[in-house]
């Protein structure tokens, strides 16, 4: 599998701002998905990246540096609903099976 | 459209007894793949499957087998479950490989005890 650092866990206050970074080692990059996984329930979609900047979705923004294996996830004015795991996804063309996925962070949003 | 679902929801097994996890989508995806998730570890594959007919192997195949007779559905088995596979397995489905349409979208998940 890929190599694909993310934190374990993250505590920020309501209303707040939290910064989630994500990095990856691999030799064939092409894009990189960010999902939100509330606990007991499914992974859903919340970005993608593929060329480097800044991609911005509401309250969710992601950031992806090519050269530098590093992608973010931003989370603005956080709410208490805000709380789940974030799962850092990396496509990579010279593994046959394309996504891995990171192991999560844990976002603990305290009122 | 209900998107993709799994059955069952739990499920309880001895070491040694065998069993099949479906999955069914309705959203016309080529692409189905199986995930284990386990605590720290993150989601690993299992296999995966790149259109009717077609299976292949992922991250962590060993133990399991898959089917996929029909576009919308992919079928896990279990010939002889240990407790090593004790997990939460989860399906998706994606509309094909490449760009945005590579997001994948998962059901809600099996829970698997081998006792």
């Known amino acids: 599998g890929q190599n694909i650092d993310q934190p374990t866990e993250m505590t920020a206050t309501e209303g707040a701002i939290v910064q989630i970074n994500c990095t990856y080692q691999?030799?064939?990059?092409?894009?990189l998905f960010w999902y939100q996984q509330h606990a007991g329930e499914a992974p859903t979609f919340l970005s993608y990246?593929?060329?480097?900047g800044l991609e911005e979705k509401g309250r969710f923004s992601s950031f992806l540096s090519r050269s530098k294996g590093y992608s973010y996830l931003l989370l603005k004015e956080l709410q208490m609903k805000d709380s789940a795991s974030y799962l850092c996804?990396?496509?990579?063309?010279?593994?046959?099976?394309?996504?891995?996925f990171g192991a999560g962070t844990t976002v603990t949003v305290r009122a | 459209n209900a998107g993709v679902t799994q059955t069952p929801k739990f499920r309880v097994l001895k070491t040694g007894q065998s069993m099949t996890l479906l999955c069914a989508q309705d959203?016309?995806?080529?692409?189905m793949y199986w995930y284990r998730q386990d605590p720290g570890m993150g989601l690993r594959l299992i296999h995966y499957?790149?259109?009717?007919?077609?299976?292949a192997k992922g991250e962590v195949p060993d133990g399991y087998n898959v089917s996929r007779l029909k576009k919308q559905n992919f079928l896990l088995g279990l010939e002889s479950a240990a407790p090593s596979q004790t997990s939460v397995y989860f399906c998706?489905?994606?509309?094909?490989?490449?760009?945005?349409?590579?997001?994948?979208?998962f059901g809600p998940g099996t829970r698997l005890l081998v006792l």
């Open positions: 499957s790149v259109g009717e007919g077609t299976t």
């Open positions: 998706a489905s994606s509309l094909s490989s490449g760009g945005l349409q590579e997001t994948q979208y």
């Open positions: 691999t030799s064939g990059f092409n894009g």
């Open positions: 996804a990396v496509r990579d063309d010279s593994n046959d099976y394309k996504l891995s």
């Open positions: 990246n593929v060329l480097d």
């Open positions: 959203m016309n995806h080529e692409y």
